[in-house]
């Protein structure tokens, strides 16, 4: 069965960087693409960025882009999302998700085959 824990969370002020990690066990790790979804309170969750399994392609939330940075380490088993120039309505709850369909992502938080518990992300202003 598929763990993926993530970390880095915290508390920011605005304009401030984070980096958000997430490992993950149980499967081949270069078989999934990988991304990252948030919740803020009384929101939806959203996607915010995928990453191909080999690294080679990424899609990003129009919101964050030129801000976030998503990546992975597929000796570590680990994908990342380097966070800067952050803003309060970044604030959110993050997940990190996998799933075999790199497409799937962008349509929403639907289907998705594996969900991390999330990590908490506060920018304050």
């Known amino acids: 069965q598929v763990q993926l824990v993530e970390s880095g969370g915290g508390v920011v002020q605005a304009g401030g960087s984070l980096r958000l990690a997430c490992a993950f066990s149980g499967r081949t790790f270069s078989s999934y693409a990988m991304g990252w979804f948030r919740q803020a309170p009384g929101l939806a969750r959203e996607f915010v960025a995928v990453?191909?399994?080999?690294?080679?392609?990424?899609t990003y939330l129009n919101s964050v882009k030129g801000r976030f940075t998503i990546s992975r380490d597929n000796a570590k088993n680990t994908v990342y999302l380097q966070m800067n120039s952050l803003k309060p309505e970044d604030t959110a709850v993050y997940y990190c998700?996998?799933?075999?369909?790199?497409?799937?992502?962008?349509?929403?938080?639907?289907?998705?085959?594996?969900w991390g518990k999330g990590t908490l992300v506060t920018v304050s202003s």
């Open positions: 998700a996998a799933d075999r369909n790199y497409s799937d992502f962008p349509g929403g938080p639907y289907g998705m085959d594996y």
């Open positions: 990453i191909t399994g080999s690294g080679g392609s990424s």
